[in-house]
T-cell receptor, first 116, second 109 residues
Framework: KAGVTQTPRYLIKTRGQQVTLSCSPISGHRSVSWYQQTPGQGLQFLFEYFSETQRNKGNFPGRFSGRQFSNSRSEMNVSTLELGDSALYLC???????????????FGEGSWLTVV | EDQVTQSPEALRLQEGESSSLNCSYTVSGLRGLFWYRQDPGKGPEFLFTLYSAGEEKEKERLKATLTKKESFLHITAPKPEDSATYLCAVGEAGTALIFGKGTTLSVSS
């Protein structure tokens, strides 16, 4: 059974550009959540989607957005990139429709974003 | 204030030297406590979920326990391949998982 797949794995962008990251959840999983990981802040929650609806959102500026498609695949977008957006962006999926807090979530390998 | 605190930040062990990692939390209405292992450059790998005080789970050399205020990850006779960062996360009603900063474990032979 394939795990969570994230693309691209590595990318370099220039300040002011935008970026789109993609995530395919484990087959049968309907909930997808996104996290940002940096050495100083650790793992920070961005947002969670279930059945194409955003159910939960972390404390990030509006430059960070996401969406989920009918096949449960998800994308996140960061516009007007800043140097501080350099991080590992992790996608995680879970099985059921309950709140993320009660479910085990499974992570992908992440997308490494470097902003120069 | 941090709701999930892991200690120590870093731990160095000799192969075979057992020890414990701590995860203390202050959330109310715990919906689950999760342990993950993360190797450099990779995403976190799920280890255990604990739901109620007194619960214990084991996997190979790892054993996780849970009380009302903290969880321990006990590592028995560790091997170099156990070297990784161990992350703890708690689920609180109505919110996403809250992660601690992690404990980086190094096991030398």
């Amino acid at each position: 059974k394939a795990g969570v797949t994230q693309t691209p794995r590595y990318l370099i962008k220039t300040r002011g550009q935008q970026v789109t990251l993609s995530c395919s959840p484990i087959s049968g999983h309907r909930s997808v959540s996104w996290y940002q990981q940096t050495p100083g802040q650790g793992l920070q929650f961005l947002f969670e989607y279930f059945s194409e609806t955003q159910r939960n959102k972390g404390n990030f500026p509006g430059r960070f957005s996401g969406r989920q498609f009918s096949n449960s695949r998800s994308e996140m977008n960061v516009s007007t990139l800043e140097l501080g957006d350099s991080a590992l962006y992790l996608c995680a999926s879970s099985l059921s429709g309950r709140s993320v807090s009660g479910n085990t979530i499974y992570f992908g390998e992440g997308s490494w974003l470097t902003v120069v | 204030e941090d709701q999930v605190t892991q200690s120590p930040e870093a731990l160095r062990l000799q192969e075979g030297e057992s020890s414990s990692l701590n995860c203390s939390y202050t959330v109310s209405g715990l919906r689950g406590l999760f342990w993950y292992r993360q190797d450099p450059g990779k995403g976190p790998e799920f280890l255990f979920t604990l739901y109620s005080a007194g619960e214990e789970k084991e996997k190979e050399r790892l054993k996780a326990t849970l009380t009302k205020k903290e969880s321990f990850l006990h590592i028995t006779a560790p091997k170099p391949e156990d070297s990784a960062t161990y992350l703890c996360a708690v689920g609180e009603a109505g919110t996403a998982l809250i992660f601690g900063k992690g404990t980086t474990l190094s096991v030398s032979s």
